[in-house]
């Protein structure tokens, strides 16, 4: 089987975070943006919050105007987001649950519970020639619910694997959480489904999940703005990029299956 290439998208709302501690507009995420793209990036992802706690609706359409790689627009299937997406129509819409309180996206989308809900908002994005892409955890039943909701990709929700990563890389839970990961690529695949994932990746946890073959596009943040403190975005970028392709072409996902 040829190798796919796998996608980076880099998520710069915390560029954002750090830029409203303080009001004005430095650091600017489109700069970040540019220098992501610089760095190799493949495309970038925004999340433009209800509470507006990071990214702002002007950035949004900053980078919609001026950033040349396609715009991953996170967004809670809420009317006001909607609106804003049929707006700026961006490449794709992730569409993510939300709760006001919560200090990141805990937790996937529930696509099954909420099927009713949610399908005005997958039709309409997708009418709007907008790719459709729903935030769910690593099970069966919601990849099976994304399917018969006709979205066209799937991002799994890392952030359990990562937390158990962190806690004991070899541990049991670790490796009990990539092989959900695992399992549910292979079953995106199975049911006609692009599969992305992220959520709390590092150099290191990004590993084993980069090698997964289905997997197509991982969305990294957190860490790499975090990075940048010590080395600077691009150097951060870069070093990701590198370590995705090596893991890649390893194929420790397979191995690990
Ligand atoms: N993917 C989705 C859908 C997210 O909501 C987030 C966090 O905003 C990420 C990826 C990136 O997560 P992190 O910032 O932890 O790398």
Redesign the pocket.
């Known amino acids: 089987m040829t190798q796919r290439y796998l996608r980076l998208g880099v ?1 710069i ?2 560029v954002a975070t750090i830029r409203n501690a303080r009001g004005g507009g430095h650091p600017d995420p489109v700069r970040a943006a540019r220098q992501a793209a610089a760095a190799g990036a493949d495309g970038i ?1 925004a ?1 433009l919050r209800e509470d507006r706690r990071h990214i702002s609706d002007d950035d949004i359409r900053r980078l919609i105007e001026s950033i040349e790689l396609p715009l991953n627009f ?1 967004m809670a299937a809420t009317g006001e987001m909607l609106k804003i997406a049929l707006q700026h129509r961006p490449h794709a819409a ?1 569409i ?1 649950p939300e709760k006001r309180q919560e200090v ?2 805990e937790g996937g989308l529930d696509a099954a519970g909420g099927a009713s809900a949610l399908r005005p908002y997958c039709d309409q994005l997708a009418d709007a020639g907008i790719r459709v892409s729903l ?1 769910i955890d690593p099970d069966r039943i919601q990849l099976e619910a994304a399917r018969a909701l006709g979205a066209p990709v799937v ?1 799994l929700h890392t952030g359990a694997y990562c937390g158990a990563f962190i806690e004991d890389m070899n541990g049991a839970r670790a490796k009990a959480e990539l092989a959900r990961i695992v399992a549910a690529a292979a079953l995106a695949e199975e049911l006609g489904l692009e599969c992305h994932a ?4 590092t150099f290191d946890s990004v590993k084993p999940v980069a090698a997964i073959p289905s997997i197509l596009e991982l ?5 790499l703005v975090g990075e940048a403190i010590y080395v600077g975005l691009e150097a951060a970028i870069k070093r990701m990029r590198n370590i995705m392709d090596q893991a890649r072409s390893d194929g420790l996902g397979a191995r690990i299956a």
């Not at 992220?198 to 990746?201: A, R, Y």
């Not at 969305?219 to 860490?223: A, M, Q, R």
């Open positions: 998520n709302d915390h992802t999340h996170e992730c993510v990141t996206t935030f991002e992220g959520h709390g990746l969305n990294i943040g957190h860490f």
